[in-house]
């Protein structure tokens, strides 16, 4: 149970009790602050009988214990414990009994002050001594210091077993309380910027047939909320951090796709990202010049590791020009238009006289994937350079002209069930076939944006054949889509690019198939999605297996994946616009809805959005009709 408001982090077991095993504990920007936390009433420990997150942030446990003599099964004293990733814990203590009690209280405390890397890997050694700090304990490191302080304050602290305790007199029906505050020494308290009254997100609801929308979209946008980080150097721009517990840093690749499946909720969270990454922007001279940097992040069995630094720089474009659709002010968009400008420079540079971008640079394959966001990049940029009155829009359509013409032909396998897209094609000519998720971007030519649909690199048929497949039971595992088919040469349920479901690729998947007319695809794939969501209780992790769906069986966690993530929790925005369609114009003072005629999860409506920079609300009906109920004055219905 993982309780997020970064930069802090409350991560438990179900039991309640910190012991100080595996990742437990309280963490500040990566460093656990506390690893033990038990308490003990009469002596003994509360017998934990219900835990449950509350928010994104917080959780609940519940605990009973009979302490009166001779006074039958029934408990007489319930403990609750309130636990916040800001640092707090709140323990009331709950009396049933007929006469006052005197209750002895001890809460054990501990920390390695170990880092969550270290953590991660095993590699920690013992708890630090403590020391009686003002009214709780503190331990202290070369790596930094951190205390616990109760209120109210201790009867006794008790720095060599580490332990606070009390003595509650507690009446027939009383109850007591004690907060615990920790504390990393140089930090002040936790302030999550989701928690702030100028958070960049809407506050976004859902309503409808199905109740399951409601609890998707509010689970989404607070896990977002949680994961919502400052730029030190730049405290007015926020981004998502990748997710919790393993990447609470700036992703570059991951952050951008967030940001753009947000945009619904508003544009301030995408123009800080943008920011951020701004200034991240590699300016020297030399083949990697406009590049956004990133990691290099393994693809599995068949590729080598892929650059997430080449799908930062592609995205970059992309984010800026569907963000000037949804209502990103012009100002914005000449102050981060120069750095867009130098990633489609790159792009164009790196690519020359070829067709293909090749992944990593240099003498890496063509994959699939990059010629996909490569092209959705020249044609948004295309379109974001003729729109602020800057040359090079012609050449990118040009050149992306002739990527259609050769990807038709070099990257589209036949066989006798119709054909497929390759993979990627290896600097020595040969096309990998296997059948993976990544081929779901080439149905992603704008999907947030306005305007006409952009041609695609696959033909008509070929797209066709495309939702064929990945509606088939050998991709859609009936909880949303493989990373690779089931019947491929090195298929693993659980193998993160080799077949579990990655949420961020199955959403792009729904929305494209909805905005390329195969809605029967995408809405099988989206209600799939729904039901695992309800499995974890609406806060869906960045992947989980891909096992088959069947009777009795829910979907199976993945021991690595982030839970919340910044793409799974975006995600679940992006699938709910999908089902209503909502594609903005802003400067041009329009907007336009393509919802799924099928209407597949029945009425939805979605309320709180943001368009033009005001409030956007819109409805669909059952018959799959949709009607705007809120919208920026002078906002006019496309068509």
Partial sequence: ??????????????????????????????RRVLSRCQVRVAGREPLAVQARMTSADRARFVGTLRVTPHGGPDPDIVVERTRSADGTELIMLHSAAARTLRLPVEVALGTDLADLGAIASGSVGPELAASVHDSGLRWSCVAGASSVTADPPPADAIASAGLL?????????????????????????????????????????????????????ATSVADLQALLVRDPAHPADTHLAAGAPWRCG??????????????????????????????????????????????????????????????????????LAEARRWGLPDQETEELLPAAERC???????????????????????????????????????????????????????????????????????????????????????????????????????LLGGGAHAPGLLDRVQTEQLARLLGSPAMDSGWGLRGLGAKEVGY????????????????????????????????????????????????????????QRGDGRAPLPHPAACRPAATAAAAGVLLLIALAGVRPDAPAGTVTLRPLRGAPLGEIGLTGLRVAGAPFSVRVSRLGLAMVEEAADGLQLGV
């Fill in 344 to 446: 489609l420079t790159w792009l164009r540079t790196t690519v020359g006289e070829g067709p293909y971008l090749s992944d990593p640079q240099p003498g890496g394959p063509a994959r699939c994937e990059t010629q996909a966001h490569a092209h959705r990049a020249a044609l948004l940029g295309a379109d974001l350079l003729d729109a602020c009155g800057r040359p090079g829009g012609g050449a990118l359509r040009e050149w992306a002209r002739k990527l259609r013409a050769t990807f038709r032909r070099d990257f589209w396998i036949d066989d006798p069930g119709g054909g497929r897209p390759a993979v990627a094609c290896t600097p020595d000519g040969r096309s990998l076939p296997h059948l993976g998720a990544t081929a779901v971007h080439l149905l992603d030519t704008g």
């Fill in 250 to 319: 700036l992703a570059p690749a991951d952050a951008l796709a967030a940001a753009r499946m947000t945009l619904p909720l508003g544009t301030r969270l995408a123009s800080g990202t943008l920011r951020t990454l701004a200034r991240t922007q590699i300016t020297a001279p030399g083949s990697r010049d406009g590049m956004i940097p990133g990691p290099r992040r393994d693809a599995g069995a068949h590729l080598p590791p892929a650059c997430t630094g080449t799908e930062a720089t592609l995205l970059f474009p992309v984010l």
């Fill in 492 to 547: 693993n349920p659980f193998g993160h690019r080799s077949g579990a479901v990655r949420i961020h690729e199955t959403a792009i998947a729904v929305a494209g198939l909805a905005a390329a007319g195969y809605e029967k695809e995408g809405a099988a794939l989206l209600r799939g999605v729904l039901t695992a969501a309800e499995a974890f209780g609406y806060r869906l992790p960045e992947m989980y297996a891909g096992e």
């Fill in 165 to 217: 305790r009390w003595d509650f007199d507690v009446p027939p029906g009383g109850t007591v309380r004690v907060e615990l505050r920790v504390r990393l020494d140089g930090a002040g308290p936790v302030r999550a910027v989701g928690r702030a009254a100028t958070s960049p997100l809407a506050p976004a609801q859902a309503t409808g047939d199905d109740p399951r929308v409601r609890a998707l979209l």
């Fill in 1 to 30: 149970m993982i309780c997020v408001a970064l930069p802090g982090l409350a991560i438990s077991t179900e039991q309640g009790q910190l012991t100080g095993h595996g990742l437990e504990g309280f963490y500040r920007a990566g």
